[in-house]
């Protein structure tokens, strides 16, 4: 099992340009999330989705979009990246239905210049 | 939003030593789920112990035990016999009862274990 991955796990962007982040899970849990962390912070839940076919705002989900393709796969995209979103972007995954322990992917670091 | 606080920034301890990593939590809630995530370099989050809110137990795995104080809203992560493998970043985060979903974590503890 390859757990949570994420691709890239590096990119630099332009500001102004856009891009999506994969993640997907082999897991067959049920929710997923994107997270970001910034330096001397822990991790800020952006979206998450409690079940495929839905997704809900977390606690900082402004210029950002998602979208849970099925259940394995839930993207992260920036329609006009922005300096301030400079980040390591987690992706996670968690079982549901009363167990909520959370497993993590690898990471993207991004770059706003 | 809830808050999750860790007031250190960064510990010490020496090998085969005890340390003590201490969170404080603010929550009106009654039903929640607490846990401690270990981030070494590799950047990788690995879950290190949980505890739900409704237990009274306090909850150990192996070295790493907690020590839920929840009318004082307080949960410190205790690592005995510490190793060089247990230096990391070490989050202390907060999972709601209406919604267990959404996660919130406090800032982080470096801890440095010296040889």
């Known amino acids: 099992n390859a757990g949570v991955t994420q691709t890239p796990k590096f990119q630099v962007l332009k500001t102004g340009q856009s891009m999506t982040l994969q993640c997907a899970q082999d897991?067959?849990?049920?929710?997923m999330y994107w997270y970001r962390q910034d330096p001397g912070m822990g991790l800020r839940l952006i979206y998450y989705?409690?079940?495929?076919?839905?997704?809900d705002k977390g606690e900082v989900p402004n210029g950002y979009n998602v979208s849970r393709l099925n259940k394995r796969e839930f993207s992260l995209r920036l329609e006009s990246a922005a300096p301030s979103q400079t980040s390591v972007y987690f992706c996670?995954?968690?079982?549901?239905?009363?167990?909520?322990?959370?497993?993590f992917g690898p990471g993207t670091r991004l770059t706003v210049t | 939003a809830q808050t999750v606080t860790q007031s250190q920034p960064e510990m010490s301890v020496q090998e085969a030593e005890t340390v003590t990593l201490s969170c404080t939590y603010d929550?009106?809630?009654?039903?929640?789920?607490l846990f401690w995530y270990k981030q070494p370099p590799s950047r990788q989050m690995i879950l290190v112990i949980r505890?739900?809110?409704?237990?009274?137990q306090n909850a150990t795995e192996n070295r790493f035990s907690v020590n839920f104080q929840k009318a004082a809203k307080s949960f410190s992560l205790k690592i005995s016999d510490s190793q060089l493998g247990d230096a990391a970043m070490y989050f202390c985060?907060?999972?709601?009862?209406?919604?267990?979903?959404?996660?919130?974590f406090g800032s982080g503890t470096k801890l440095n274990v010296k040889p």
């Open positions: 897991m067959n849990h049920n929710s």
């Open positions: 929550t009106s809630e009654s039903d929640y789920y």
């Open positions: 505890q739900e809110a409704y237990k009274q």
């Open positions: 989705s409690a079940s495929e076919g839905t997704t």
């Open positions: 996670a995954s968690s079982p549901g239905q009363g167990n909520y322990e959370q497993y």
């Open positions: 985060a907060y999972s709601e009862g209406y919604n267990f979903n959404k996660f919130y």
